[in-house]
């Protein structure tokens, strides 16, 4: 896999849903391969309470079948929380990059504490990666320390240390390797338009040779006049040169996302390359609004300012609307932790639409 195709691969999988909760239910996956067009599917359902994807690809445009890949299977504990992912495939040696067991924990206030990977390899399953996640006094995401390694012998590290604005919005995520961090290796700069919502992100790298930060990757999205996200144009930097991928967001009635399809720029022109298409379960939405996001919101009542937090690697869309639907904010927030002002609202009651990776969850607001 190309380093392009794995940087974009965060926003190939994000769903953004804008207004009633829809339950996932498949999604076809088309890409060219030697001028031909491939389909993938991935089928999401629930056995016995276990909610599962299945993987089936077409290897070859002449095929009329789909041949089942790999299955993941995603296990919530008694708190309703997702306690861990196992990923493993259907045919052949369960030896692969699609072979993996992930295990959550969470603290006392709901927010998750550590993740941990552990992957198949010849010698049988073998730890690969851990994070563990702290928080500051005002229950933002603090800082994310990360091994990497096999078996208990663990090869790298990697410290993220999470930076606020004023208004509590993330500004920007520093990188520093090594289990002392002495050195910054990368870092995320975000920037916001006047209405809060998520207008860039740009990551910078340090050039070992020069000792300069020099930029590698920048996002840039666009929304459209109703507040949904339209756009994601791509560029990432390699020496002289910039490639560019696009990724535009078309809605169903529901205002969850039906299509992603994929660009990527050729002689200053956008080819297609890859498209995703979302199915969702009709009447999925339960009495509470939740489609599995879970969420943690606080405080609550609130004066000025809320913060939200979320278990999920997407972009999170928020909509504040009254009590008749009205959106009255919006906001396109970064994954993790993140702060919204809502100081110039009158004392009441709102509702809070969030949304983020094909699932929304609604909270009430009570305003003082």
């Given amino acids: 896999m190309n380093r392009i195709k794995m940087l974009s691969a965060l926003f190939f999988s994000c769903v953004f849903t804008q207004g009633v909760a829809q339950k996932l239910q498949k999604t076809h996956f088309y890409q060219v391969e030697n001028g031909n067009t491939v389909l993938s599917t991935i089928d ?39 306690r861990y992912i196992i990923s493993l495939p259907v045919n ?9 067991f992930e295990l959550r924990t969470y603290d006392a206030q709901g927010r998750i504490d550590t993740q941990s990977t552990t992957r198949k390899t010849t010698n049988g399953w073998r ?46 995520v520093n990188w520093f390797s090594g289990a002392s961090p002495s050195q910054m290796i990368h870092y995320i700069q975000y920037t916001y338009d006047a209405q809060g919502r998520l207008l860039k992100e740009e990551n910078y790298r340090l050039n070992l040779t020069t000792g300069n930060y020099e930029l590698d990757l920048r996002m840039n999205y666009a929304f459209q006049s109703s507040g949904k996200l339209d756009s994601i144009i791509s560029e990432v930097f390699i020496g002289s040169t910039i490639e560019r991928e696009k990724y535009v967001y078309d809605y169903n009635s529901f205002d969850s996302v039906a299509t992603q399809t994929n660009y990527k ?9 890859t498209k995703f298409e979302y ?28 913060t939200i937090h979320i278990g999920e ?56």
């Fill in 44 to 82: 999401s359902f629930t056995y016995n309470g276990i909610h599962l994807n299945d993987t089936k690809i077409v290897t070859r445009p002449t095929n009329a079948g789909r041949e089942l890949i790999f299955r993941e299977a995603y296990v919530y504990g008694t708190n309703n929380k997702l």
């Fill in 92 to 100: 052949g040696p369960i030896i692969d990059d699609t072979s993996f």
């Fill in 127 to 172: 730890n690969w990666q851990r994070a563990i996640y702290t928080y500051n006094a005002q229950g933002r995401l603090d800082s994310v320390f990360r091994f990497t390694g096999v078996l208990n012998v663990w090869l790298s590290f990697r410290n993220d240390q999470y930076v606020y604005l004023a208004n509590g919005a993330l500004d920007r």
């Fill in 265 to 273: 720029e050729v002689n200053g022109q956008w080819n297609f390359f």
């Fill in 279 to 306: 199915f969702y379960f009709p009447n999925t939405t339960s009495a509470s609004g939740l489609a599995e996001l879970k969420s943690h919101i606080f405080p609550n009542p609130l004066q000025n300012e809320l």
């Fill in 313 to 368: 690697i997407q972009p999170l869309s928020a909509s504040v609307r009254n009590l008749n639907g009205q959106e009255l904010k919006r906001f396109i927030l970064p994954p993790g932790q993140s702060s919204i002002d809502l100081q110039d609202l009158p004392s009441g009651m709102y509702l809070l639409h969030l949304q983020a990776g094909g699932k929304s969850a609604v909270h009430k607001l009570v305003k003082q």
